[in-house]
């Protein structure tokens, strides 16, 4: 029975270490940044954010932000974790604009 309670309460231990590990991957932003109009709908034409702009209204969008939001954008664009998803093409962008 003790080796019962112990195991539980270190699978107890480890389970909301991962848990924590998941909700916010580390960078203290939400994990659906990218698809936050307030955010990052000016990058795109529509209100579906399927279609990115052309470059030069994009930069413009880009330069519009505050620094706060420039430096959140470019940090979520850096992380590995938002490869390969619908934010790629939007990063390759503005991980240009250093």
């Keep these: 029975m003790k080796r019962t309670l112990i195991a539980a309460a270190f699978c ?12 916010d ?13 307030a955010m990052v709908g000016t990058f795109y034409t529509d209100d579906t954010m399927a279609t990115l ?3 030069e209204e994009m930069r ?3 330069d519009a932000l505050g620094e706060d939001e420039r430096a959140a954008l470019q940090q979520q664009c850096e992380q590995e974790a938002n490869r390969g998803t619908d934010a790629t093409a939007l990063c390759s962008e ?5």
């Design 25 to 37: 991957g580390g960078s203290g932003a939400s994990p659906d940044y990218f698809s936050d109009p």
């Design 12 to 23: 107890a231990a480890f389970a909301g270490s991962a848990f924590a590990q998941q909700t």
């Design 94 to 98: 503005v991980t240009t604009y250093q």
């Design 60 to 62: 413009a969008a880009y």
């Design 53 to 55: 702009r052309p470059v």
